[in-house]
Each structure stands twice: as structure tokens, then as C-alpha cells.
């Protein structure tokens, strides 16, 4: 897995002064992974702009949730479809900004905070499906 380089020593401060954090790309190098600060799960973003289809957000990444998508951190790609898990508690400032190419958006419950602009610049969203943790009958 990618890590940084700690033999810098900009980038070995920059570690040590958010505590314990790295960054690692998922499996098919799409998306990147960024451990938080404080140790509890992940936040994600797309490891480049050439990103498209539809995006699955894992609910969990080397055995502690995805809890955040990065702001920017799918700006301006070219996804069709996205499916956000329940362990995903905030979308953050301009996450899927200019994703204009997006259609189908699957929300899971457990999403707390979606920040300023997330979708800004998303017109051509027409299904947006939340589940809910009610039960209809």
C-alpha cells in the first residue's frame, strides 16, 4: 500500500503532527483512504479526476469505518452513480461539486452532516434514494 514518505522530513512532521494518519488507494486504485487523526475510521476521496461509473463507498476500510468523504474529494469527476454506506456520518464542503455527469445517488441512514455545496453544480441528478430506519408496512 502507499504510504508517505516519512524520509522527508516536511512530510514526517506533517504525520507527526496529526497524531498517526497515512494514506492508502484501494484495490483497483480509484479511490484513496486517509486514516483520521484520531484513530477512529477513514475518510475517502478519488484518487484521480478520471474517476467515473458508479461508486460504491466501502463501509469499512482495513477494519475501521469510512466515516467522512473529503471536501473536493470527488469534484468534477465523471460518475454516473453513487451508493454512500451507513457508516458514513459527513459529506463534506464541495464533495461531488461539478460531478455533472451524476444521475442515481443511494443514501444509507447514518449520515449526520452534509456540508455547503456538495452537489452544487449536479444538475443532472434525478434519483436521489434514502433508506431510512423506519419500517414500512
Do not use: W
Not at 21 to 35: E, P, Q
Not at 50 to 64: C, E, Q, S, V
Amino acid at each position: 500500500f502507499l504510504q508517505e514518505d516519512l524520509s522527508d522530513p516536511v512530510v514526517a512532521a506533517t504525520c507527526l503532527a496529526s497524531t498517526y494518519f497515512y494514506k492508502t488507494l484501494n484495490k483497483d486504485n480509484s479511490l484513496v483512504f486517509t486514516l483520521l487523526s484520531d484513530g477512529s475510521g477513514y475518510s475517502v476521496k478519488a484518487a484521480s479526476a478520471d474517476i467515473g461509473g458508479h461508486i460504491t463507498i466501502p463501509a469499512n476500510y482495513n477494519g475501521k469505518p469510512v466515516l467522512v468523504i473529503e471536501e473536493n474529494g470527488f469534484m468534477g469527476t465523471q460518475i454516473l452513480g453513487l451508493t454512500i454506506p451507513d457508516t458514513v456520518k459527513e459529506i463534506q464542503t464541495s464533495a461531488f461539486e461539478n460531478c455533472t455527469q451524476l444521475i442515481n445517488v443511494y443514501i444509507n441512514v447514518g449520515l449526520d452532516n452534509v456540508r455547503g455545496n456538495a452537489f452544487k453544480g449536479c444538475g443532472n441528478i434525478t434519483n436521489v434514494y434514502v433508506r431510512t430506519r423506519y419500517n414500512t408496512t
